[in-house]
């Protein structure tokens, strides 16, 4: 099948001519320049649209026959008429059906309420998602029931001091499954994913952490509870790699940011939960042969969430995908059926990932999966941008609120309750201001999301690192807790659900199980870092001292983003292979250009003119132009 190359990634000649096209008006058309390059960059976005779906290359005739043909070599004969339109609404998309062979009233009518309401989609999606969220609640509680269970557990066995020993160990402790995500767990998502499925692994990783949920809850020393938690980590790497591709494989792209991310939003919930839980048991008193129920109870807490999604799990639909990667398209439709409002919109779905797939085969070199991870430029560019965005999930200093928040709290002078109620209070924040981002990541984007909460997290951890030198104890509890607050709201809406909807999108379907082992690996890998690090950096740097250290971090990060991360919003997940089709130099370069004129624009607040864009991502078109134009092709 012959393709085109998508000129919203051109490459660097391309680029470099549109640039010199752009840059050569003479001076007397000056005054007309800015309506020029409206008109210029309107058309310019209409064929964008077409070139970069790969079926435009064909005629009508040829995707009807092509369509049939792969219903009839599939086991889909009895769906062979379906197909043929599907063919036709995937060639179109923006057409709606307007000027299309074959297509009823009623198929237009399916295909215009789509394009509307983006969010009226089928009760199974959101079926799906409430499991996903459930899955990511389970993972929230496993990360900050420690929280609380460390104010008792410490002093029980005998690591509460301020000893190197002690401070390396308490971080071991609750740093304990994040090693194991890093080292082994993430990396059984591939392996799992291939023979058990994506529900298969989510059942099993959830009954994992259930049960090391438990056992953590009836350890008796701390190697114990350390060998327990790190066998939690099984559970949770397998899961954190799994449950956001799933999410990204099963739903449509015009509101798949948005479903996606709420693996992060209702993460948020479960640490809020986790906190709940280590406030609702803190004043149960031990009884007889158990000492520290009230932390046991906190601990096994966690695995309630588990066992729901563990019975819910098998009522959703598996992946289309996955089953198309077996080769399984019948299943792949019927699945897909159920995720969709018509038939229609399933068989045009699945036809165009079949076909977008086949084109996507292009990229496989013949070597072991792992290593066409960094040798093939399109999936190094990913590999990249991931990490990038993984890394600072955790660098930005988040987890160490997370992990840490209530000893911090006490240190500033809270009892041990309102210490634990301080630490509630931001996991209701956390979560709160994770919706917002529903609304924002697929309109003001994932990358734009991060490089405005970068600065603001910095700002906010300076703000609280300071407020611990303040002499007054009220007042000094009072600006650590509301910088805390703030971090809090700056960070749920950028870098809470941006990093794992961002990583489950950015790689081709036949390496995307590694590709998200290998971004989930880098977060749990740093979390550990954080976790294991935090007593002893806080001993040697002071809280102060430590918080300035991570909100230097949150500048590196803004930088990383800025040059290296591109945006992928709005785009189906075969079309970000064109995305990451331009070079990481190109984009670094283009971006690092672009510097002047934001300072000038938002800062000075002069008006200039406005860059010619690498490539477009958000492109609108005008429905009337594009019916003329079906119109005049049909």
């Known amino acids: 099948m012959k393709t085109t190359k998508d000129a919203r990634v051109p490459t660097v000649a391309n680029y470099e001519n549109r640039l ?13 320049r800015h309506d020029h390059q409206k008109s210029h960059h309107h058309r310019e976005k209409v064929d964008l649209a077409e070139e970069a779906n790969p079926l435009v290359n064909l005629t009508q005739e040829e995707v009807i026959d092509n369509a049939a043909n792969y219903a009839r070599t599939n086991g889909l004969e009895q769906y062979e008429e379906l197909f043929k339109k599907g063919g036709l609404a995937a060639r179109n998309p923006k057409s709606l059906g307007v000027g299309l062979p074959l297509l009823t009233d009623q198929d237009r009518a399916d295909l215009a309420h789509e394009s509307r309401h983006r969010w009226a989609q089928n009760g199974t999606l959101y079926s799906l998602v409430v499991l996903c969220s459930l899955a990511a609640a389970v993972q929230g509680m496993d990360e900050t029931v420690i929280n609380g269970a460390q104010l008792f557990f410490m002093d029980q066995f005998g690591i509460g001091g301020t000893s190197s020993h002690d401070t390396w160990t308490l971080g071991l402790v609750n740093s304990a499954p994040y090693l194991c995500c890093a080292c082994i767990g993430c990396w059984l998502s591939d392996p799992l994913n291939n023979a058990l499925g994506r529900r298969g692994t989510i059942f ?74 280590d406030v609702a048991f803190y004043n149960v008193p031990d009884k007889p042969h158990i000492t520290g129920l009230n932390w046991r109870l906190m601990l096994g807490s966690a695995a309630l969430p588990a066992v729901i999604v563990c019975c819910q799990v098998f009522f959703c639909p598996e992946s289309p995908r996955w089953y198309i990667g077996r080769g ?17 919109q399933a068989a045009r779905d699945v036809y165009y990932m079949h076909v977008l797939l086949v084109e996507e085969n292009a990229l496989r070199r013949g070597h072991n999966r792992i290593l066409e991870l960094f040798i093939v430029p399109r999936n190094r560019r990913a590999a990249l941008a991931s990490w990038i965005v993984m890394f600072m999930q955790q660098f930005c200093g988040v987890n160490v609120i997370a992990y840490y928040s209530s000893v911090i709290f006490r240190d500033s002078g809270f009892s041990p309750i309102s210490a634990l109620l301080a630490s509630m209070g931001f996991g209701i924040i956390n979560f709160l201001f994770a919706i917002p981002a529903v609304y924002t990541i697929d309109t003001f984007g994932r990358r734009n999301l991060l490089l405005t909460t970068f600065p603001l997290m910095a700002i906010f ?51 995307r199980d590694i590709g998200m082992s290998f971004a989930t690996a880098t977060t749990w890998f740093f979390n550990f870092v954080l976790a294991i690090t935090w007593p002893s950096l806080q001993t040697a740097f002071t809280t102060q001292g430590a918080f300035g250290w991570y909100a230097a971090w949150n500048l590196v990060g803004f930088f990383l983003v800025l040059l290296f991360v591109p945006e992928t919003k709005s785009l189906t997940l075969e079309e970000l292979d064109k995305v990451f089709g331009v070079t990481t130099r190109t984009h670094a370069k283009y971006q690092a250009s672009k510097l002047p004129f934001w300072y000038r624009r938002y800062i000075l607040r002069q008006d200039v003119e406005e860059p010619v864009p690498l490539y477009e991502l958000d492109f609108e078109i005008d429905p009337n132009l594009v019916t003329r134009n079906v119109e005049e092709k049909v």
């Open 20 to 32: 010199s096209r752009s840059s050569s008006d003479g001076d007397g058309l000056e005054v007309s």
């Open 204 to 277: 099993l990783s959830c009954l994992v952490a259930a049960v090391t949920c438990i056992w953590s809850a009836c350890t008796d020393t701390w190697w114990h509870l350390f060998i327990a938690r790190f066998c939690l980590g099984f559970g949770i790497g397998a899961k954190s790699a799994t449950v956001p591709v799933y999410a990204a494989e099963c739903t449509p792209a015009v509101v798949r940011g948005a479903l996606v991310m709420m693996w992060q939003m209702w993460t948020a919930f479960g640490i809020m939960l986790g906190y709940v839980a």
């Open 328 to 344: 399984d398209h019948r299943k792949a439709f019927e699945s897909m059926v159920r995720l969709r409002k018509s038939e229609l």
């Open 461 to 511: 951890l300076l703000f609280t690192g300071f407020s611990l030198k303040i002499p007054n104890q009220q007042a000094r509890i009072g600006c650590a807790a509301l910088g805390i607050y703030l971090f809090g709201i700056a960070y749920s809406p950028g870098e809470g659900p941006v990093p794992f909807t961002y990583s489950a999108e950015a790689f081709p379907h036949y390496i």
